[in-house]
């Protein structure tokens, strides 16, 4: 049976991973066993993937970055050039720490930036943006946009990638795609069309 993916012949895929229709592997990646990506993914060069980790749909995973086991990933996730996550809280050369792997989860549509670190442990909510170079140490809400070192929150920012900006009513509008935004209690949802 012919594969439905691409792989560039420097690129190792091991044997026992679930990788679906169209995605695209570039040079020196390698894709570890028992892991899976959904349809779409574009893999970047020098990416490695490992062992049972998770990729949903398109997922954009940008080069030199490592996905390691504890990770998991919804559609449409942006991961950029060289960021990173980590998957044990205290790791030591000496100490074994294997069955310790903590779990991060990305929620779907949300952005890493390019040289962010995701603390392991600390989940990012759907369609978040973290800022380049930011160290994420607390979990995420959805649509928060985190910056620096340690990483805090700074605005909101809309699914298309847009800052937000609430007027006194808690409205705001993306200024690309129109939609309408709500904050209330300190939380962000986008705001249902009426027929």
Not at 131 to 155: C, D, E, F, I, R
Request: net charge positive.
């Amino acid at each position: 049976m012919e594969k439905e993916y691409y792989a560039h012949p420097s690129s190792i895929v091991d044997d026992g991973c679930k990788i679906g229709k169209g995605v695209k592997i570039w040079h020196f990646s390698h894709i570890m066993t028992g892991c899976t990506l959904g349809d779409g993914c574009n893999i970047g060069q020098n990416v490695v993937i490992s062992p049972e980790v998770v990729l949903g749909r398109n997922v954009k995973v940008q080069n030199n970055v490592s996905i390691y086991t504890g990770v998991t990933c919804d559609d449409d996730v942006f991961l950029g050039p060289s960021m990173v996550f980590t998957n044990v809280i205290n790791p030591r050369s000496a100490v074994n720490r294997k069955s310790q792997y903590a779990k991060t989860h990305v929620g779907r549509g949300a952005t890493i930036g390019a040289n962010a670190t995701i603390v392991c442990g600390h989940d990012i909510g759907d369609f978040a943006f973290i800022g380049a170079g930011a160290v994420v140490t607390k979990t995420v809400q959805p649509y928060s946009l985190w910056v620096g070192n340690p990483a805090k929150q700074m605005g909101w920012m809309s699914e298309y990638g847009h800052r937000l900006s609430f007027d006194k009513n808690g409205q705001a509008e993306c200024p690309e795609s129109k939609e309408l935004y709500v904050l209330a209690n300190g939380v962000v949802m986008k705001k249902l069309k009426t027929a």
